[in-house]
């Protein structure tokens, strides 16, 4: 069964810092393009960052030079590090793990954390 499971959110006030994580099992992690998306209320699901097995990684324009990702595959967990934040920046975060073969594509998610940004 796979599972990934987000840890790490919380309230943090304007220009703090947080770090995501993202622990995965089921799956074989190694090979997954590993994602973080955000939802705000009244907002559709967006992605924030993403990085594939080869390491390469984009990001949002709105989070490039604020938010790192990381994926440490020994651990099977992916890492958002988040700086600067902004009330903007209040969201559920959710991890995204895909894979696309000849065949399907994979694509699992997390049950989101809470992030809040306020003073």
């Known amino acids: 069964q796979v599972q990934l499971v987000e840890s790490g959110g919380g309230l943090v006030q304007p220009g703090g810092s947080l770090r995501l994580s993202c622990a995965d099992s089921?799956?074989?992690?190694?090979?997954?393009?590993m994602g973080w998306y955000r939802q705000a209320p009244g907002k559709q699901r967006e992605l924030v960052a993403a990085?594939?097995?080869?390491?390469?990684?984009n990001y949002a324009d709105s989070v490039k030079g604020r938010f790192t990702i990381s994926r440490d595959n020994a651990k099977n967990t992916v890492y958002l590090q988040m700086s600067s934040l902004k009330p903007e920046d209040t969201a559920v975060y959710y991890c995204?793990?895909?894979?696309?073969?000849?065949?399907?594509?994979?694509?699992?998610w997390g049950q989101g954390t809470q992030v809040t940004v306020s003073s």
């Open positions: 990085i594939t097995s080869g390491g390469s990684t």
């Open positions: 089921g799956i074989i992690f190694s090979g997954y393009t």
């Open positions: 995204n793990a895909v894979l696309r073969t000849a065949i399907m594509t994979y694509n699992y």
